[in-house]
């Protein structure tokens, strides 16, 4: 094809980074089919020259188009265009469209406004623990004295229940934060702040969903949600995860009302969605009328190039309501999440929290406000990304050195974990995780993600985030001495 440089316009005086730009220039130009499947790109040596930008910056947005799934580089060969399907959503139907966008009917649960409410436990576990962070590194005297400054400011404004039905400032600085940070344009309107990840997931449970309804669910995926929908008597159907994430292939002829799905950093694979499987989704959403719940958990902790964009930065439909949590960022303890979905089901969501929980604290909903507008959320996760991304490198080192008879070598992964698969596919992977958790290991098996409680593959989940290095250290000598003291077989039945 020919190459049309003076349309793609980079501006250095913009607040956006150059290699951003150039980044989402040639992403519109694939997406819109301006560039198509299996187009050769410019090296990036004659793209700097032609644009009049660094060699640096070329390869950083090629580096990024390529985690995303847009273009792929072949060594010796060059940077190709992948073959993605052109989005077709704005050209929806009208039936599609107004099903996708309009306000979904109530379920009977949530009118009747049920007082049932379900509580998960946490275990404190020291070593290697694969879903916590590292609360030591939690700037306490900051929090200390913003709280303190949130008094001095509200009055006693913070000590009441929030009555008022307008979005809060959080909702505001939330609303803010994934425009920048995750290409979600919305309002505050379109905000809900709740309880953390799962109190949203059993929010939109008792709003969208009656006893029958069919409900999409990956396989493998998060246990914890999938036992939300259940015990609202749903019918969950497995959605399976295959290298790009979870297929929506065996869902066709599925009367599917809504599907779950964590699309950036799929839990607990730590699989990327490419930007081809995401349009996939949906445009299945779209076509069947149906909804999506996207759990971003963990995502924003890339150790390579930048966070990959969610599922809902490309929604235009409506389809995708999107899942957030502070609980991975800041404290688990602190209980913040928020959602962000369309206005008049946001409304919906909040006469629900008011009548079934009451809001989130508002001495702490003012308190993440303000650290998220002065600056400090985003300092602390740029550190926490630095620290994590070491522990990670000082762990992988260890598996490579010791137990290289006993783990496949995994790969550097996002998250707070690394999946490790088993080379002795015939171990007992039940006997030695209780080894491991009656010596207070926080790791889990792979097979307890999926619905039958089998994994085709047996692995474990080693965390690296909430210990240092000396501690991982330590940590992993103790797991060498478990493997070390016979690793159990499965007997078969007789």
């Known amino acids: 094809m020919k190459w049309g440089f003076d349309y793609i316009e980079l501006n250095p005086h913009s607040a956006l980074p150059m290699h951003r730009q150039l980044y989402e220039h040639l992403r519109d130009l694939i997406l819109s089919g301006a560039i198509t499947g299996g187009t050769k790109l410019p090296s990036s040596r004659i793209l700097s020259q032609k644009l009049g930008v660094s060699r640096a910056t070329v390869v950083t947005a090629l580096d990024q188009l390529g985690a995303e799934g847009y273009v792929e580089t072949a060594h010796g060969s060059g940077t190709f265009v992948q073959a993605i399907p052109k989005s077709r959503l704005g050209q929806a139907s009208a039936t599609a469209q107004a099903t996708s966008s309009s306000q979904p009917s109530l379920s009977a649960a949530a009118s009747r406004m049920l007082w049932w409410d379900a509580r998960a436990t946490t275990v404190p576990l020291r070593h290697l623990h694969m879903s916590a962070p590292d609360h030591r590194l939690f700037p306490t005297a900051l929090w200390a004295r913003l709280t303190k400054e949130v008094f001095a400011r509200w009055d006693m404004q913070p000590m009441t229940y929030r009555q008022n039905a307008d979005p809060s ?22 905000v809900v702040t709740t309880f953390g990840g799962h109190h949203a997931v059993t929010l939109l449970a008792e709003l969208l969903l009656d006893p029958g309804d069919k409900v999409a669910f990956e396989e493998p995926g998060m246990a914890a949600i999938r036992s939300i929908f259940l015990s609202r008597g749903c019918t969950v159907v497995p959605m399976w995860v295959d290298g790009q994430g979870a297929n929506p292939d065996s869902l066709r002829s599925q009367p599917v009302k809504l599907a779950f799905v964590t699309a950036a ?53 409506g389809s995708v309501i999107y899942v957030g949590s502070f609980s991975m960022s800041l404290l688990q303890t602190l209980r913040v999440g928020f959602m962000v979905m369309p206005k008049q089901l946001a409304a919906h969501c909040r006469k629900l929290i008011q009548v079934r929980y009451r809001a989130t604290p508002q001495l702490t909903e003012l308190t993440v406000a303000r650290f998220i507008e002065d600056g400090h959320f985003g300092r602390h ?81 080693l965390g690296f985030a909430a210990s240092d290095e000396r501690e991982i250290d330590r940590s992993c000598q103790m797991l060498r001495a478990i ?11 007789c």
Not at 291 to 299: F, R
Not at 401 to 420: I, K, L, Q, S, T
Not at 484 to 493: D, F, H, I, L
Request: with cysteine; glycine share 6%; charged share 30%.
């Open 169 to 190: 400032p959080l909702e505001e600085q939330i609303a803010r934060y994934v425009t920048v940070s995750r290409g979600i344009n919305c309002t505050a309107e379109e």
């Open 265 to 317: 950093k799929q839990q607990p694979l730590n699989i990327a969605m490419p930007a081809a499987r995401k349009l996939e989704l949906l445009h299945w959403a779209a076509d069947k009328g149906a909804l999506i719940i996207e759990d971003d958990l963990g995502s924003e902790f890339r150790y390579q190039g930048r966070p990959i964009p969610p599922l809902k930065a490309m929604d235009q439909t």
């Open 381 to 461: 996760l740029h550190r926490m990304r630095q620290i994590y991304a070491r522990r990670q490198r000082h762990l992988l080192s260890i598996l490579e050195r010791d137990f290289g008879d006993v783990f496949e070598p995994p790969d550097f992964a996002a998250g707070f974990y690394n999946v490790c698969y088993f080379k002795d596919q015939g171990v007992d992977e039940d006997a030695i995780t209780l080894r491991c958790r009656d010596q207070g290991f926080g790791i889990e098996q792979l097979s307890i993600y999926y619905a039958s409680r089998q994994s085709p593959r047996k692995a474990l989940l």
């Open 483 to 493: 493997m070390s003291t016979g690793r159990p077989k499965r007997v078969a039945a």
